[in-house]
């Protein structure tokens, strides 16, 4: 799908992957809704940013998610690609992985995505398509060690896209699941830490990729509709630990 004139919601867009897609989007000529918890900063996202709108919404809260959609349609009057970019790290071994912390990032990194999905999807359908995109991990794909809540939540995301991509094949509905590697960004320092945990971080075949590398893919996706796109041609033969 070609994104000028689009109508696109961005969550998690004041920071790292969210913040350079919309940016990217807006360049080729998008109109796009910025979301995330962190009003102030969304808004002077928002001010440098022509046809965008900054929607405050915590993406683990159901009703903020459906007042997001909504106003972002009454907005702007269509709703044509949403990205489900939203997300939190969580490290612990399996032994020590807190059950409240796994809920809140299941919460955050599958059913907030599936809610938003939920909502968009009649509005996509009485348009006569749309595109969805799922931002899951290069972490679904592994087995790291003190990883498993949060490579689960991601692996859950793409086992839904994926389904939900065969399901709405009729409606031209388009869902794709993209799997950033280690960014820059700051992911590292939000991601949620059991005690003890002093894990080398940006140790593998590169050290990280920007932000805007990432962005770029996310753009590819769209314009392909490709189902999965990996940060690296590698990535599509990790099933293996790889540290
Ligand atoms: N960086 C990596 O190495 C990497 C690798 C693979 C996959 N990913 C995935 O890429 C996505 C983007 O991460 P990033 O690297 O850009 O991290 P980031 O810099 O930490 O950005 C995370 C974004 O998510 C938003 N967010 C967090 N909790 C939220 C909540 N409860 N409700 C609404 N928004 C929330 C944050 O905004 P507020 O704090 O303002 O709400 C922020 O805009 C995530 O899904 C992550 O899992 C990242």
Do not use: C
């Amino acid at each position: 799908m070609n994104v000028r004139d689009k109508v696109v919601i961005v969550t998690g867009a004041s920071s790292g992957i969210g913040l350079a897609t919309a940016k990217l989007l807006v360049k080729r000529g998008a109109k796009v809704a910025l979301v995330s918890r962190s009003m102030e900063k969304l808004e002077k996202i928002s001010a440098e940013l022509s046809n965008s709108i900054a929607i405050r919404a915590d993406m683990t809260k159901i009703l903020e998610i459906k007042r997001m959609v909504d106003q972002t349609h009454e907005h702007f009057g269509r709703v044509d690609i949403l990205i489900n970019n939203a997300g939190q790290g969580y490290d612990a071994p399996v032994e020590k992985t807190d059950i409240d912390t796994f809920h809140y990032i299941f919460d955050l990194d599958v059913i907030g995505p599936l809610v938003a999905m939920q909502q968009v999807i009649p509005i996509m359908r009485k348009q006569g398509g749309g595109a969805i995109i799922n931002i899951s991990s290069g972490t679904a794909l592994m087995y790291l060690p003190n990883m498993s809540a949060y490579s689960a939540s991601k692996r859950a995301l793409a086992g839904i896209s994926l389904t939900a991509r065969e399901e709405l094949k009729t409606d031209n509905i388009t869902v794709s699941v993209v799997y950033p590697y280690i960014t820059l960004t700051e992911f590292e320092k939000n991601t949620i830490k059991a005690s003890g945990d002093n894990r080398e971080q940006g140790s593998g075949p590169s050290p990280g990729d920007t932000a805007d590398y990432v962005a770029q893919k996310i753009l590819d996706g769209i314009e392909s509709g490709e189902a999965e796109i990996f940060a690296h041609d590698w990535m599509k033969k990790m099933t293996e630990r790889k540290a």
